[in-house]
């Protein structure tokens, strides 16, 4: 593609991320920028993938940057359509230095990368935690779990001492992501662009889910979503522990439309570890910037993806959550601690940030999805997660072979 750098560039953005491009504007005032909303793939609305497949038969109208809310784009962006160049630049190979891409958090550009090569930018993290109410741990004399095994426990103690309080929930797609690959279960072994292992029944997914069948019976994980009225008006003040990414803090807790916690109450932990284990931990998105193939002016889209992921005026001043890029996620922290809200360091998520379990891949087809389809609907049922693993693996396996992926 013949290169103009006068020429304007049109970027791609979610809601959220309008205020990455109004920063951009601000700090480049001589770059020629057109904004257009689009629901950023959310929930695995698919949308970016749909759009640019109508613009390739087209053969124009690509933007040439896209935010998406997902992880798992670049499987399929970085791979030829129907014969047509892929949709997303190769970002490595010196279109962005090599110092920047070498200062991003260790394994954050996992899921850019495919066969070796990096196709995105990752705008944040969201890795799993353990958020909890210190307040009401010390009223009820209770410890914070440093393993999967006291956190079970603790449920059990809670539903009996304490019943009406909660220490998570499964009422959401993204279950998986905090408890089935903080185990390490293999529901998702992404090994090739088109080769998935998938085995829901090893011993690191039974324990899992036999864990959450204890606490989904005795009613401190319930199968409500945290986004829904009914979990704010049931549980507000009832929440003592929740695993659950770092974007939980302002999304749900320090929220004043959701549980308002008030300051000084809210303790992050590191991620549980199984015993006798190291901890690892999941991811539940954050998201991720595509370059086009096609764009005729590289240098401006290079630095509007650049800026985004990496320019204090944005990650650390303006956006919510922990950032990819180590050098601005560490002053983010310290903001975040400076607002004296919480109740202890934050250090546990940048720990947990380098903690993600790199055996859960990010493929073309939505593991939320299918958890939603499948899981949801079965638990509410009364259906216990151990005896729903097969039926887990056989959903898995017949949507990743939709998407064209070879099964082992």
Same mark, same amino acid.
């Given at each position: 593609m013949a290169q103009d750098d006068k020429a304007a560039i049109t970027v791609w953005v979610d809601a959220d991320r309008t205020k990455a491009a109004d920063a951009f504007k601000k700090a480049n005032p001589g770059v020629p920028i057109q904004v257009v909303t689009y629901d950023g793939s959310a929930n695995g609305s698919n949308s970016f993938r749909t759009k640019m497949q109508l613009f390739d038969r087209a053969q124009s109208g690509w933007p040439d940057v896209v935010f998406s809310t997902q992880n798992n784009d670049a499987a399929w962006a970085s791979q030829k359509s129907n014969g047509k160049q892929a949709f997303a630049a190769v970002l490595d190979g010196g279109l962005v230095a090599k110092d920047t891409l070498d200062k991003f958090t260790p394994g954050s550009l996992n899921p850019c990368t495919v066969d070796g090569k990096v196709y995105c930018l990752r705008n944040d993290l969201a890795q799993a935690v353990l958020w909890y109410n210190k307040s009401l741990l010390d009223q009820f004399g209770y410890s914070v779990p440093t393993t999967w095994q006291e956190y079970q426990a603790l449920g059990e103690k809670v539903a009996q001492e304490h019943p009406g309080y909660i220490v998570g929930t499964v009422g959401d797609a993204w279950t998986p992501e905090v408890f089935f690959w903080a185990s390490k279960c293999e529901a998702n072994g992404i090994t090739g662009p088109k080769t998935v292992t998938v085995n829901t029944g090893t011993p690191q997914c039974r324990r899992a889910a036999a864990m959450l069948d204890t606490l989904i019976k005795n009613g401190t994980t319930p199968n409500i979503s945290v986004f829904t009225p009914e979990f704010v008006k049931k549980y507000t003040g009832k929440v003592l522990l929740m695993p659950g990414p770092a974007w939980y803090a302002g999304a749900i807790f320090n929220n004043p439309e959701s549980l308002k916690v008030p300051g000084g109450q809210l303790g992050v932990a590191p991620p549980p570890a199984w015993q006798g284990e #190291? +901890?690892?931990?999941?991811?539940?998105?954050?998201?991720?910037?595509?370059?086009?193939?096609?764009?005729?002016?590289? &240098?401006?889209? /290079?630095?509007?993806?650049?800026?985004?992921?990496? =320019? #204090?005026?944005?990650?650390? *001043?303006?956006?919510?959550?922990?950032? =990819?890029? *180590?050098?601005? +996620? $560490?002053? @983010?922290?310290? &903001?975040? /601690? =400076?607002? !004296?809200?919480? %109740?202890?360091?934050?250090?546990?998520?940048?720990? %947990?940030?380098?903690?993600? @379990?790199?055996? @859960?891949?990010?493929?073309?087809?939505?593991? $939320?999805?299918? @958890?939603? !389809?499948?899981?949801?609907?079965?638990i509410a049922d009364g259906k216990s997660l151990v005896a729903l693993l097969p039926e887990w693996q056989t959903a898995i396996k017949n949507q990743a072979q939709v998407d064209g992926y070879t099964v082992k």
């Open positions: #190291d +901890a690892v931990t999941g991811n539940v998105g954050g998201g991720t910037w595509f370059v086009s193939s096609h764009s005729k002016n590289l &240098k401006a889209a /290079e630095s509007f993806v650049r800026f985004a992921t990496t =320019a #204090d005026d944005y990650q650390v *001043a303006v956006a919510p959550g922990y950032p =990819a890029y *180590a050098p601005a +996620a $560490e002053k @983010w922290v310290t &903001k975040q /601690e =400076a607002s !004296k809200y919480y %109740a202890t360091s934050l250090q546990p998520v940048v720990t %947990a940030g380098t903690a993600i @379990w790199p055996g @859960w891949g990010s493929g073309i087809f939505s593991q $939320e999805a299918v @958890w939603a !389809k499948t899981m949801t609907p079965a």
